[in-house]
């Protein structure tokens, strides 16, 4: 690693660490999604190696001509290659709840040149998306943001077509990290079928199947 790379590798770490301090103290009564003004800790190659994104994206397994949903992308860290992957004729669905970090994924994605990216503002819980209209929904450290977490699986099982993939992928590094155990538990009772658990508790990825 140069110096320079190290230097970049500390601030970031320190900014995270800071970050989370925050994030941890501010959702003592309540989950809360990371706010959009610290996305930027989300974005580049440092945060892409800490954060697997490489590891995650190949975990779960995207082929071409797929219709991917990503509950909580930010500002698009694993949906913009996701949306490479799927190509030609597969398309993805970005949905997240706050505003900024919709405009932040669409910026991203046209610059990116990237086509086949749908943004959409909404709550998991409460937008309407149709019915089996989908090969793959995932979330990335995202599960724990959600304040009833079992009711956010329940629209995700609907929204898969049957055989369809459910990928949660949980991240040590983040302040609202769900366990294994957690993440099984509550992927089961929504009615999901563990297909894989990949990873150690540092960074995992379940793999779910819809019967």
Known sequence: ???SLAFDVAV???ALVTAGMWWRGANRRRSRPCPASLSWLLEGAVMNSLLGTDTTLNRIGFRPGQRVLEVGPGPGRLLIPAARRVLPNGEVVGLDIQPGMIERLRTR???AGVSNLTPVLGDVTKVDLPPSSFDVVYLSAVLGEIPDRSA???PCYAWLKPGGLLSITEVALDPDYQSRSTVRRLAEDAGFRLRELQGSWLLFTA???KP
């Open 12 to 14: 970031l770490l320190v």
């Open 1 to 3: 690693m140069t110096p």
């Open 152 to 154: 956010a699986l329940q």
């Open 109 to 111: 994605a046209l610059r």
């Open 207 to 209: 793999n779910f199947v």
